[in-house]
């Protein structure tokens, strides 16, 4: 991109150089010439008119009077009838610049002039032109290169912003360039990152709500045909069964179409180097608290590795992290380490401060309901992410305030780039 930018630029620079440049510099060269013919011109002219004034009285031509007239390096012609041809000066060689004027009785006056003094001339207002046009295009040059930079570094910041959020990272970023049409796009990207962040989490709780209220119905409906099934009637007896089999059918369906959707949603995840990336992600928060006078630590557990999608991830840490620097307060620590359960990993971040009060921890979660003045989204959304991604978080302490992030470990089919050794079977 910059490399275009700065090409397009220098491009018109040229372009525009050119277009001035080499009319200015045949005008300049005319000029010179016209200048050159004009100033001979006028002096034939005026010997001419010494001259005729001779001739009229009768006197034998004498070129001492009009000698003021001849250039320096010039020739001075006299070509009268009736009168031998009479010349003045020195000659001026092959290449010469030359002017007549008519005399009143058929005659004429030429000077010539070498023509090397007004080439030169036109050489140097040549150069001068060239120097002009080199210098508008290092102009340009430097403009260009600051142009570019200015948006090309933007245009990149933007192209990460838009991909950080095709891949769940629906943070909003306050970083603006000075750029209308630029600033424009950076708040489209946070408007649609606010608007995909409320889509999926109101798409987790449809799907929860709509799990939850058919398990409820579909395990009534069982308890009531279960009775029937022993019922003293043969044919209600056989009924009862054939619902009760029709039932148990349904609730499995129902567990598959919720596992397809979960796979669906888990279909970004990938083994995620928590010892690389969390100390990533912990960076830009580290100066934020720095600021406020407070510190970050990190400790991962060497060769820790979780299934997640990425943004998804940054995004979760994110919430967590400015979470503890608004409503928190002391040391911030984010920990990472192997869970007690068989196959997870545990994220726990934790600061000094009161912790959560006993009456606003129940509903920390819950959407649009905050203690601190803030929307009540973010930590919200951040379950909604940890949830697609087949996790939970919880608040695990309320005094100080501890969030554990579980998240599974991944799966060997999670690493294509490693061929697993097939099961043996007999022949």
Not at 134 to 145: C, E, K, P, Q, R
Not at 199 to 227: C, I, K, N, W
Not at 287 to 301: K, M
């Amino acid at each position: 991109m910059r490399r275009r930018i700065l090409l397009a630029i220098l491009l018109a620079v040229a372009v525009t150089a050119a277009v001035l440049g080499i009319p200015l510099g045949i005008v300049a060269s005319w000029q010179i010439e016209s200048s050159y013919r004009e100033t001979l011109a006028e002096n034939a002219r005026a010997a001419a008119a010494i001259l005729d004034t001779e001739i009229a009285n009768g006197q034998e031509i004498d070129l001492d009077q009009v000698r003021a007239a001849v250039p320096a390096n010039g020739l001075l012609t006299v070509r009268a009838s009736g009168q031998t041809e009479k010349r003045y000066g020195s000659s001026p060689g092959p290449d010469t610049v030359t002017e007549t004027a008519d005399l009143a009785r058929d005659g004429k006056v030429e000077i010539a002039v070498p023509a090397g003094p007004m080439h030169e001339r036109q050489t140097t207002v040549t150069l001068v032109v060239v120097l002009l046009v080199l210098l508008s295009i290092g102009t340009g040059a430097v403009v260009a290169i600051a142009t570019a930079r200015r948006l090309a570094k933007p245009l990149r910041h933007v192209a990460e912003r838009a991909a950080r959020l095709g891949g769940g990272d629906f943070r909003p970023d306050p970083s603006r360039y000075g750029v209308g049409e630029l600033d424009m796009v950076a708040e489209a990207l946070d408007a649609s990152g606010t608007a995909l962040a409320q889509l999926v989490q109101r798409e987790r709780q449809l799907v929860g709500d709509v799990s939850h209220q058919l398990r409820s119905r579909l395990t009534a409906l069982q308890l009531r045909l279960e009775p029937l099934t022993v019922h003293p009637d043969d044919e209600v007896a056989d009924e009862s069964k054939a619902a009760q089999e029709q039932a148990d059918r349904l609730a499995e369906a129902l567990d598959e179409l919720l596992a397809a959707a979960r796979a669906a949603r888990e279909v970004g995840a990938e083994p995620v180097d928590l010892p690389t990336a969390l100390p990533e992600m912990a960076q830009e928060w580290r100066e934020l608290l720095r600021s406020e006078g407070r510190n970050l630590r990190t400790r991962v557990a060497d060769g820790l590795m979780a299934r997640a999608t990425p943004g998804r991830l940054r995004e979760v840490v994110g919430v967590l992290l400015d979470n503890a620097l608004r409503h928190g307060s002391g040391t911030v620590t984010l920990i990472a380490r192997r869970g007690d359960a068989e196959g997870t990993v545990v994220i726990e971040v934790s600061d000094t401060g009161p912790g959560v009060p006993d009456e606003l921890a129940p509903h920390i979660f819950e959407r649009g309901f905050s203690g601190g003045g803030s929307t009540g989204v973010g930590l919200a959304l951040a379950r909604a992410l940890v949830e697609a991604d087949g996790g939970r978080l919880e608040l695990s302490n309320r005094r100080p305030a501890v969030f554990s992030l579980f998240l599974k470990v991944p799966r060997p089919s999670d690493v294509p780039e490693v061929r697993w050794p097939a099961e043996r079977v007999p022949r």
